[in-house]
Every structure is written in C-alpha cells, then in structure tokens.
C-alpha cells in the first residue's frame, strides 16, 4: 500500500540557518513525490516534484528536494530559512495509476527571527 | 477560472441538516478530488473523479457523504444529517490528466470550512 510519512510533527530553526523537512514514502512501483505548503486558512500550495530524472529537485521559493530511492526519502530542504517560510509543510506520493494522491501527516515549520 | 473556486468558504450548520459544497475547477483539468483536513491534522482523502470515468469513492467516510460532478466540471460534494464529527476544512483540487507530458500535481481550492453545531 502507499504511504508517506512525515516523522517530526514540528521543526523549529533561526532565521539565516539551513532547513530540512523530513519525507518518507512507500510506494509498490515508480514514486511520484510532492511537497505542499499550507498558510493558515489557505488551501495547499505546490512547491515542487519529482517525477523522473534528477535527484535534486529545485522548486518555489528557493525550496529544493533531494530523491533517495535507497532511503525511501524526499526530504524537503532550504540553505536558508525566512521567518515567512513559517507554515505547515505536505510531502506527497501518487500512485502510479495516477489517481489518488497520499499526503503526510504535515510538519509545522516554525522559522524564528 | 484562473484557480480552483470553493464556495461557501465558511458554513455553520446544526447538527442533521444537510449542506452541499461547491467545487469549479481549473478549466480543462479533468480530474477532480475532494480532501478532508481536520483541525491540526492531515488530508483525508474522500472521492476522486476523472473524466467520464466511475468515481473512486473509496474514502467517503459513511453513506451520509456523496458527491457529483456535472458535466465533467463542477462538483458537489453533499452531506446529509451532518454530525458534529464533520466539522472540518473540505478542499477539493484539481489537476491535468495524465497524457504525454502533463505535469500531474495538484491544484488546491481556498477549501470549505463546515462548523457542525
């Protein structure tokens, strides 16, 4: 079965200071990966994905994710982190029939000045 | 339109009325689907449609939720004798089907916040 998980409910880091947002997934054949972030109130915005192809993956808003199919992992991460980075963060696999979509259960990140 | 359009943003109702929330997709996104996130908590996947294609109601909680899609646009997502447990952000996304090198991700609505009295 599919499944995604994101291990830390809450990453705390300063302003200036390197982030990394923690993504694990199980799939039974080719992983499509997703990164959402969510406003307070607002709907899922996409940030970036993986679909084939390079490893690094570079997105909005100076986001990139790095593809380990060794680890299972599509960690999300950014060299530095602004205070308006804050929000609640989605990792996201879709199955290979292209229908539904698994989201994480979100990590809130909290970017502190 | 140029986004995915939820209305109403905000409905408050009491508990064993019906509501019925509304979904316009992007144009000529033929896939649609309805998420439900609670207060703090991830997306719950609820029904999914493509196409002319029989939904995948796979995720409707109970036979209380249902959800059409007329047209192969718009879509209606209906809850019938609401309980408080249906409180909850409802937001449906949209996306590009699957042909050549479409892109796939989703597109999210503002969703519909249900407030079950």
């Known amino acids: 079965a599919q499944s995604v998980a994101q291990p830390e409910d809450q990453v705390n880091v300063a302003e200036g200071n390197p982030l990394t947002v923690k993504c694990t997934y199980s799939v039974s054949g080719n992983p499509y990966l997703f990164w959402y972030v969510q406003y307070p109130n607002r709907g899922l915005q996409f940030l970036l994905k993986y679909i084939t192809g390079d490893n690094l993956v570079k997105g909005s808003y100076g986001f990139e994710a790095e593809f380990n199919k060794s680890q299972t992992s599509f960690h999300l991460k950014k060299p530095s982190a602004l205070v308006s980075d804050s929000a609640l963060y989605f990792c996201?696999?879709?199955?290979?029939?292209?229908?539904?979509?698994?989201f994480g259960s979100g990590t809130k990140l909290n970017v502190k000045p | 339109g140029a986004g995915v359009s939820q209305s109403p943003s905000n409905k408050v109702t009491e508990k064993g009325k019906d509501v019925e929330l509304r979904c316009d997709p992007i144009?000529?996104?033929?896939?649609l689907y309805w998420y439900r996130q609670s207060l703090g908590q991830g997306l719950e996947f609820l029904i999914y449609?493509?196409?002319?294609?029989?939904?995948?109601k796979s995720g409707l909680p109970s036979d209380r939720f249902s959800a059409e899609r007329t047209g192969g646009s718009v879509s209606t997502l209906t809850i019938q004798r609401t309980q408080q447990e249906d409180s909850a952000v409802y937001l449906c996304a949209s996306s590009l089907w699957f042909l050549g090198t479409n892109t796939g991700e989703l597109f999210f609505g503002e969703g519909s916040r249900l407030t079950v009295l």
């Open positions: 144009s000529g996104h033929t896939a």
């Open positions: 996201a696999v879709r199955d290979e029939d292209f229908n539904k979509f698994y």
């Open positions: 449609f493509q196409g002319n294609s029989a939904p995948d």
